[in-house]
């Protein structure tokens, strides 16, 4: 029951001011990493050929000196608004540098990346990263962890939630025994801190998501969807690289079908990084269709 609740509470963040079928609609995104080098070179043009593309929702990974790919907030909300857009995630670094002991309260730098995420209309604020001098002792990951849970206190002012995103090494780490990735859920409040999986990330450090989606359901809020291939000479994450959906060694239909029916998992967000003999927005466009054909 209590995991049931967590991911009513997740699609009513969500989904707020949108009718089921809508809701529906809106949970395919596109993590604008993928097209990283165009938005560099030509940011609206991008968003515009994503738009075409079919995609509805985007995940920026782009946020400076109070700009979203060099537009202040209100600006880039029209932007995408424009292109009917919408942006209910994002990635912003919260890091030790954000969070004052002495007043026991978040610099403005980080009040300020707050409210411009609920500006631009987003419903999670997500930390893709936890510093390394965070994971070496039990007592200071904990109490960053707490750091955490005040995070989405603060989020939920502006109607958000805060959350993290995982890369390889919470899998690869222990604290006093423990995999980081598991103190990091046994340590949060899920009721302000959602999870985004990206299922890809940890494949090559023993990560497997069906797994963690069975012991933590209703957790995952958020997923970074995404396939993987291995590389014959190493390299990449562990020795992976990202590829086309379906074409690598994940059972991607499988976890993103877990995620939805038991993961919690409202916002599905694509991510591909790496793209072979293709360029980005041919692969963001397969992997596209290859979602909508699963019924996303």
Same mark, same amino acid.
């Given at each position: 029951?209590?995991?049931? +609740?967590?991911?009513?509470?997740?699609?009513?963040?969500?989904?707020?001011?949108?009718? +089921?079928?809508?809701?529906?609609?809106?949970?395919?995104?596109?993590?604008? !990493?993928?097209?990283? +080098?165009?938005?560099?070179?030509?940011?609206?043009?991008?968003?515009? =050929?994503?738009?075409?593309?079919?995609?509805?929702?985007?995940?920026?990974?782009?946020?400076?000196?109070?700009?979203?790919?060099?537009?202040?907030?209100?600006?880039?909300?029209?932007?995408?608004?424009?292109?009917?857009? &919408?942006?209910? &995630?994002?990635?912003?670094?919260?890091?030790?540098?954000?969070? $004052?002991?002495?007043?026991?309260?978040?610099?403005?730098?980080?009040?300020?990346?707050?409210?411009?995420?609920?500006?631009?209309?987003?419903?999670?604020?997500?930390?893709?990263?936890?510093?390394?001098?965070?994971?070496?002792?039990?007592?200071?990951?904990?109490?960053?962890?707490?750091?955490?849970?005040?995070? @989405?206190?603060?989020?939920?002012?502006?109607?958000?939630?805060?959350?993290?995103?995982?890369?390889?090494?919470?899998?690869?780490?222990?604290?006093?025994?423990?995999?980081?990735?598991?103190?990091?859920?046994?340590?949060?409040?899920?009721?302000?801190?959602?999870?985004?999986?990206?299922?890809?990330?940890?494949?090559?450090?023993? %990560?497997?998501?069906?797994?963690?989606?069975?012991?933590?359901?209703?957790?995952?809020?958020?997923?970074? #969807?995404?396939?993987?291939?291995?590389?014959?000479?190493?390299?990449?994450? $562990?020795?992976?690289? &990202?590829?086309?959906? %379906?074409? @690598?060694?994940?059972?991607?239909?499988?976890?993103?079908? +877990?995620?939805?029916?038991?993961?919690?998992?409202?916002?599905?967000?694509?991510?591909?990084?790496? !793209?072979? $003999?293709?360029?980005?927005?041919?692969? #963001?466009?397969?992997?596209?269709?290859?979602? =909508?054909?699963?019924?996303?």
């Amino acid at each position: 029951m209590k995991n049931g +609740a967590l991911a009513i509470a997740a699609t009513t963040v969500l989904s707020r001011t949108v009718s +089921a079928g809508e809701e529906e609609k809106q949970r395919l995104g596109l993590q604008l !990493y993928s097209v990283r +080098a165009d938005m560099l070179i030509n940011p609206l043009g991008t968003l515009k =050929k994503v738009a075409a593309v079919g995609y509805k929702n985007v995940e920026h990974a782009n946020y400076v000196d109070r700009k979203f790919y060099g537009q202040r907030a209100a600006q880039f909300k029209k932007s995408l608004d424009d292109l009917g857009l &919408s942006m209910p &995630s994002g990635h912003t670094v919260m890091g030790k540098q954000h969070w $004052d002991e002495s007043k026991n309260d978040f610099t403005d730098e980080w009040k300020y990346t707050v409210e411009d995420a609920a500006t631009v209309g987003q419903r999670f604020v997500i930390s893709p990263w936890l510093d390394e001098s965070l994971r070496n002792n039990m007592d200071d990951f904990k109490r960053y962890m707490e750091v955490f849970n005040k995070c @989405g206190e603060l989020c939920k002012k502006s109607g958000m939630k805060f959350g993290y995103h995982n890369h390889n090494f919470e899998f690869s780490t222990q604290i006093d025994g423990k995999r980081l990735y598991d103190l990091i859920l046994d340590s949060t409040n899920p009721e302000l801190v959602i999870q985004q999986m990206d299922i890809g990330n940890m494949y090559g450090a023993g %990560g497997r998501a069906l797994e963690l989606i069975k012991q933590y359901p209703g957790r995952f809020v958020s997923m970074h #969807v995404k396939d993987e291939i291995k590389l014959p000479n190493g390299g990449g994450m $562990d020795g992976y690289e &990202s590829t086309v959906l %379906g074409k @690598g060694v994940l059972p991607v239909k499988e976890i993103v079908d +877990a995620g939805k029916s038991s993961g919690g998992t409202v916002l599905f967000h694509v991510e591909q990084e790496s !793209y072979q $003999d293709q360029t980005a927005l041919a692969a #963001v466009k397969e992997d596209f269709d290859i979602m =909508k054909k699963w019924g996303y």
